[in-house]
């Protein structure tokens, strides 16, 4: 079971998992950083605060699971995993190496990986089938799938918003990493979603619209959405912003996919380091 922690400490979690993801990238000189920075508070809410897993037995057959949708973003996975047990946080140096557990989409040969992410639009699915599963089997878990919101226009993703109301699968929560910019540039500019939660509730979901960043609301609505069982799935949408804490790449599509060079670095972690966890969101 997670622990509990005061919002400021979990804020200060999320600032110091911050700086292992800018470091991770540009150790590798390869990866993701906007939207690892743009969902890592939601996941530090999720691992810390409301999902049930073991570190120390990562297969646990009653454990919730976690299904990361946006694959590239895997910095922000991995530096949440290191630093709950799942494996050293000395790992973390091998990220995108040859013949690393830490490879720039998550594999399930890496302790607490629960889907192998890479092509987008996929994880919807499979996070159903594992909700499915659990249903059968009778175990009392709960599965979690984050996507993106570039992600959201891909068509796989509605075939499973679909099939999940149809076989009332309310042990499904889906939150969304709305970070509003996408690998060419903003996504209301490429394929506007326009208003998704209006989406999300038409096609028979339970909604959340929460402010990603803050933590009272992260936490008040992971609670909220496990204890919804109207034998419909949940969908929370998380309101962020793209590389949030780093202000050259906020917003910055240039950074969907790029490591920072020696002075953005410096530049980076700086900033990280002089944000105020009381005020943060």
Known sequence: MAKKYLVSGLNQKAKELRKDIITMIYNAQSGHP????????????????????????????DRDRFVLSKGHC??????????????????????????????????????????????LGQGVSFALGIALACRLDKKNCSVYAMIG???????AVWEAAMAAVFHKLDNLIVILD??????????K??????NAGLKWKAFGWNVIDINGHDMQQILKALDK?????????TIIISNTIKGKGVS???????????????????????EIEKIDVKKFK
Not at 248 to 270: Q, R, T, W
């Open 34 to 61: 906007g939207g690892s920075l743009s969902a890592i508070d939601v996941l530090v809410g999720l691992y810390y605060h409301k999902l049930r897993v073991d570190s120390k037995n990562p297969l646990w057959q």
């Open 74 to 119: 895997s910095p922000a996975i991995y530096s949440v995993l290191a630093d709950k047990g799942y494996f050293p946080k000395s790992e973390l140096e091998g990220y995108r190496k040859i013949n690393s557990m830490l490879q720039g989409h998550p594999e399930l040969s890496t302790p607490g990986i629960d889907f192998a992410g890479g092509a």
């Open 149 to 155: 919101d570039g992600e959201m226009q891909e068509g």
């Open 178 to 187: 709305k970070n509003q910019v996408q690998q060419t540039g903003k996504t």
């Open 189 to 194: 500019e490429i394929m506007d979603i326009g």
């Open 225 to 233: 959405a496990s204890k919804i069982k109207n034998k419909k799935p």
């Open 248 to 270: 050259f790449m906020e917003l910055n599509h240039k950074f969907h996919g790029k490591a920072p060079n020696d002075e953005e670095y410096k530049k980076a972690i700086e």
